[in-house]
């Protein structure tokens, strides 16, 4: 052994790195109100903010806009057809080469025109790192016994209809919550909203709980965000049932 490495010791864990996180949101008194917080760039917190990409396309009570021009207050039409008040909007920017997390942290994802239909999307539409696509499809009723599930773009990149990105100067991402979890029509294509997931997937406990919580200060608890609205699985779920 190395003498000088023994006197050392051990080299010391590497320290979580950290991101700007930005938020507004409609407090208590339906006024607007905004902050930035530096939090761990960890999975559970980037999930929660990197959805949709700079110019997706969201229709509102006042005509489409995009999501950077949205702010808590705004009516947006939802996938169901339904007009719902926006309570929360948050952001984080990803960097070339950013290290935060891993490569997939720092890419994002084109559908391009007519991928899945007819103005499905209409125009592109490029989405965050983190932004699950509602899924229809028979084996995942059969698999959870729900008609459809959330599953992670990511997952349908095939390098034609998806395309990965690897952005070449910092840019922003979004996302965006209600009162509960809701499916969203961007650009034509049905995303998931805002939701942390089960306490149990999203592993945080204590202080990290509570540093978490503190960017949504539209609710009071995890429980608050209510149950998720489909189930969430990844795209290999299916495939590996398929070949059962």
């Known amino acids: 052994m190395d003498r000088a490495a023994s006197i050392a010791g051990p080299s010391p864990r590497k320290m979580m790195q950290a991101r700007k996180y930005q938020v507004t949101y ?13 939090a761990p760039a960890a999975p559970a917190f980037e999930d929660a903010f990197g959805a949709l990409g ?37 952001s984080m920017t990803i960097k070339p080469g950013d290290e935060a997390t891993s490569p997939d942290a720092s890419s994002l994802i084109r559908i391009t025109a007519d991928a899945l239909g007819l103005d499905r999307p209409s125009p592109d539409l490029v989405l965050g790192p983190t932004a699950r696509l509602y899924h229809r499809a028979s084996n995942v009723r059969t698999l959870t016994g729900s008609r459809a599930a959330y599953i992670p773009v990511r997952d349908f990149i095939d ?14 991402v979004y996302q965006l919550g209600f009162a509960s979890h809701r499916r969203l029509s961007v ?8 939701h942390p997931g089960t306490a149990f997937a999203l592993g945080l406990r204590g202080d990290r709980l509570a540093q ?30 398929d070949l059962k």
């Open 159 to 172: 390098g034609n209809a998806f395309v990965e990105l690897r952005p070449a100067t910092p840019v922003a």
């Open 212 to 241: 978490f919580l503190s960017l949504f200060p539209h609710k009071h608890s995890l429980e608050d965000f209510g149950t998720l609205q489909y189930p969430r699985l990844r795209l290999r779920d299916l495939d590996l049932f």
């Open 54 to 90: 700079h110019g997706a396309i969201l229709q509102t009570a006042n005509g489409p806009m995009a999501v950077e021009d949205l702010l808590p207050g705004d009516q947006i039409r939802l996938a169901c057809g339904d007009f719902e008040t926006l309570l929360w909007r948050g």
């Open 26 to 38: 409609l407090n208590d008194a339906s006024e607007i109100e905004d902050f930035t917080r530096i």
């Open 187 to 194: 650009n034509g294509i049905e995303i998931e909203s805002l």
